[in-house]
């Protein structure tokens, strides 16, 4: 089946410095999608992408899908404590289940 | 709107037991789902369904029933537990291939 590759693991950073997640995928995603999963909490969604070579911003944060639809990246710039939790990426490839990476885990030291 | 409402919020079980996790959304999605995440861990597809009458095995299904006689409600069927159940359980609802919400989770302890 469909899967996606999600790095890192695990993040450690100072406040104020910039993280980056990567999402990769063997197969062309007809769209993507992160959530953000904060400790304790349940996760949230944060966007989805559609087009090749999109690129969408919330603020911090930057959200690009590759040129050929099988990857994709969330950077956040100038990180803050409420920053902290875990990303998820999702991708959906036409059927009706989205598959989940496992995540990166985002802490931040302040 | 409530959104997606899950219940109860916490429960341990003696292995052999059974119990329904509940799953409520008021948000007339077709699409509901069940996950699993472990201690750390990413989520995991147990069930799904597309509709009212309609339900599908996900990732991993051993252990697990469901059944979906209404659009709004989606329970999950533990029958005989096990401490390798031990999980927090998601449910989340979508409206065609869009946003999936979730509902708070459920914390599941085995002992």
């Known amino acids: 089946g469909q899967q996606v590759m999600q790095i890192p693991q695990y993040q450690h950073v100072q406040e104020g410095e910039d993280f980056t997640t990567y999402c990769n995928s063997s197969?062309?995603?007809?769209?993507i999608q992160w959530y953000k999963q904060r400790p304790g909490g349940h996760p949230v969604f944060l966007i989805q992408?559609?087009?090749?070579?999109e690129v969408k911003k919330q603020k911090r944060l930057t959200f690009q899908f590759g040129e050929a639809k099988k990857n994709s990246s969330l950077h956040i710039t100038a990180t803050q404590t409420t920053d902290v939790g875990t990303y998820f990426c999702?991708?959906?490839?036409?059927?009706?289940?989205?598959?989940f990476g496992k995540g990166t885990k985002l802490t931040v030291n302040p | 709107n409530a959104g997606v409402t899950q219940t109860p919020k916490f429960r341990i079980l003696k292995i052999g037991q059974s119990m329904t996790l509940q799953c409520t959304q008021d948000?007339?999605?077709?699409?509901m789902y069940w996950y699993r995440q472990d201690p750390g861990m990413g989520l995991k597809l147990i069930y799904y369904?597309?509709?009212?009458?309609?339900?599908d095995k996900g990732e991993v299904p051993n252990g697990y029933n469901v059944s979906r006689s209404t659009t709004e409600d989606f329970p999950l069927r533990l029958e005989l537990a096990a401490p390798s159940q031990t999980s927090v359980y998601f449910c989340?609802?979508?409206?065609?291939?869009?946003?999936?919400?979730f509902g708070p989770g459920t914390r599941l302890l085995v002992l």
């Open positions: 989340a609802s979508s409206s065609v291939q869009e946003t999936q919400y």
């Open positions: 369904s597309v509709g009212a009458g309609i339900t």
């Open positions: 999702a991708a959906g490839g036409g059927s009706e289940k989205l598959v």
């Open positions: 948000m007339n999605h077709n699409y």
């Open positions: 992408l559609v087009k090749s070579g």
């Open positions: 197969t062309t995603l007809s769209n």
